[in-house]
């Protein structure tokens, strides 16, 4: 009888890398867990993925790359001069959040560590609702990407995205019939105690339970604003209420970047 598949997760600690793991670890692979510190805004991310990992009893390890931060100019996440950017990721001002190459470094230090482990697989949540405005998230590039992991090493390691086809709402449902602990997830660029509810990941993890029709366990600031679906299944943030219902501080509305 063959040995379980050893792969190797690229883990954010958010709710596809998480609900990615749970998924792997029921088909039967041998999981690992990777996070990654590039100096993010966001590095509570990795506090999340560390309990998770624990929790759920699979091996977690940091690549602190925190020395490449400065490399990282002229994204939000990266650079504590740009803001965080609120609303939808159909709006233009979302490539602020795009940090260079970020999937490929992290991917890399993720082959690295399968090489070493002679590991079979590296696996990550890319997914049908991933957005045109991040490049490294385009299937073309990670089939070119999967190519050069193939030839990497005498040990060949293959890329897996098995939710390549499916949207953050079927994700979300998938994740939620696995018991994945949604609350203990994290999404949120800002990287505050709460999520703030209006970034772009805020609003596509909300819009994602309302479409699922799951309750969303997430503990969001008091100030997010109101979003419901239109009848395309498409999120609608109304900036004049916040998610309570109550009127909006006028300097939290749209435009207005205080959440950090």
């Known amino acids: 009888m063959s040995s379980a598949l050893k792969t190797v997760v690229t883990f954010s600690g958010g709710l596809d890398s998480t609900t990615l793991m749970y998924y792997l670890a029921k088909e039967g692979h041998q999981v690992m867990a990777l996070g990654v510190d590039y100096g993010q805004r966001h590095r509570v991310e990795l506090v ?3 309990g998770i990992a624990r929790d759920f009893g699979v091996p977690y390890e940091i690549a602190d790359l925190r020395g490449i931060v400065k490399l990282l100019g002229g994204s939000s996440q990266t650079d504590p001069t740009v803001p965080v950017p609120l609303g939808h990721y159909a709006e233009e001002s979302m490539k602020q959040t795009v940090v260079p190459n970020r999937n490929m470094i992290i991917l890399a ?16 949540a890319a997914h049908a609702g991933d957005h045109a405005i991040y490049p490294d998230c385009r299937p073309i590039f990670a089939d070119a990407l999967a190519h050069a992991i193939d030839l990497a090493d005498w040990h060949r390691v293959q890329l897996i ?4 086809k499916k949207t953050k709402a079927d994700i979300v449902r998938l ?27 805020c609003v596509e993890r909300r819009e994602a339970f309302l479409v699922a029709d799951l309750d969303d366990p997430t503990n969001y600031e008091a100030a997010a604003p109101w979003l419901e679906l239109d009848s395309d299944g498409h ?9 309570q219902g109550k009127p909006m501080p006028a300097p939290q509305r749209q435009g207005v970047q205080t959440f950090a």
């Open 161 to 164: 995205r098995p939710f390549l």
């Open 109 to 124: 230090v993720a082959t690295a560590w399968a090489i070493s482990e002679h590991a079979d697989n590296v696996a990550y």
């Open 175 to 201: 994740g939620g019939g696995l018991g994945v602990p949604f609350g203990q997830t994290w999404s949120c660029y800002q990287g505050s105690e709460r999520h703030c509810g209006a970034c772009g990941t």
């Open 48 to 50: 999340h993925a560390k």
């Open 235 to 243: 999120a609608l943030i109304d900036w004049s209420r916040t998610t």
